[in-house]
């Protein structure tokens, strides 16, 4: 059963105040019950900011690591099932600086998941939150803590898909340092970082962009084909570029349909809410 969002919207400030009083609940499933309600609030509600104004007021406040977990999840989820607004643009820019600021702090818990936070609003964000956020995701694929790494490398990989012509300037500084770390001793960790990588393959270098103007068509021609018929040196071997890759193209559609928002709302969550 659901309801027109008109009906809902109006409910949504309560049915976050609830929601929230459960932050520091160590049960998990109360914790994805919360990430849940975060998303279709920002499907009930007519603007994102109503959302996620609560949610980070959350984040930034919370002392518990179970609280700052919770909070930093569903922020995150809201973030990325949000339409691409000027509100959401404009509550994004305010809302970086005091995450990366969060981030150096020793008081917050739970880093692997606002690095999440962080890479979800600089790939929904402009220019200025990619930017802001590249220095400080490539510090977390150092990290010590393997769910810290893992989250930058899949943030890392997003943005590569998401602002591919943004992060061509990046590509020389960062690939032999990204190489480096492909075989982490952690096996989730190390299948982002390889991820990561052929995310990146897709960025263009600034060498590559200055060679690919100075050829002639012809020239281009043989350069493409090159790429997609020769596999003698082995790192992009035939298989690799067949039927089964999946196209740049393919891949941005894909992480378009994952945010995209409800039409309607469902009653459980909000039954979860109130009966909590």
């Known amino acids: 059963m659901s309801h027109p969002r008109d009906v809902v919207a109006p409910l949504v400030p309560r049915i976050l105040?609830?929601?929230?009083?459960?932050?520091?609940?160590?049960?998990s499933s109360v914790r994805a019950a919360l990430v849940d309600t975060a998303r279709t609030a920002v499907a009930a509600s007519a603007s994102t900011s109503v959302v996620l104004?609560?949610?980070?007021?959350?984040?930034?406040?919370?002392?518990?690591?179970?609280?700052?977990?919770?909070?930093?999840?569903?922020?995150?989820?809201?973030?990325?099932?949000s339409a691409v607004?000027?509100?959401?643009?404009?509550?994004?820019?305010?809302?970086?600086?005091?995450?990366?600021?969060?981030?150096?702090?020793?008081?917050?818990k739970a880093k692997p998941a606002l690095i999440t936070l962080i890479g979800a609003c600089a790939a929904m964000g402009a220019n200025a939150e990619v930017t802001a956020s590249i220095s400080c995701l490539r510090d977390a694929i150092a990290s010590d803590d393997w769910a810290a790494r893992k989250a930058a490398a899949e943030a890392l990989a997003a943005l590569a898909l998401e602002h591919t012509d943004l992060l061509t300037t990046y590509k020389s500084s960062c690939a032999t340092f990204f190489e480096a770390r492909r075989f982490d001793k952690v096996k989730v960790v190390q299948e982002s970082m390889n991820q990561m990588i052929e995310a990146g393959k897709e960025i263009p270098g600034a060498e590559e962009d200055e060679c690919s103007s100075a050829l002639p068509p012809a020239s281009q021609s043989q350069r493409r084909s090159s790429l997609t018929g020769s596999a003698s040196d082995g790192r992009y071997p035939a298989a690799s570029l067949g039927s089964n890759s999946v196209p740049l193209a393919t891949r941005k559609s894909i992480l378009s349909v994952s945010r995209s928002s409800l039409s309607d709302v469902s009653t459980s969550v909000i039954f979860w809410t109130f009966s909590r």
Do not use: G, I, M, W
């Open 53 to 81: 104004r609560p949610l980070t007021d959350a984040l930034l406040h919370e002392q518990d690591q179970c609280a700052q977990l919770a909070a930093a999840l569903a922020t995150a989820t809201a973030v990325e099932a």
């Open 17 to 27: 105040v609830a929601a929230l009083r459960r932050v520091p609940d160590q049960d």
């Open 85 to 108: 607004t000027v509100d959401l643009a404009s509550y994004l820019h305010r809302l970086q600086p005091r995450l990366l600021k969060l981030l150096r702090s020793n008081a917050f």
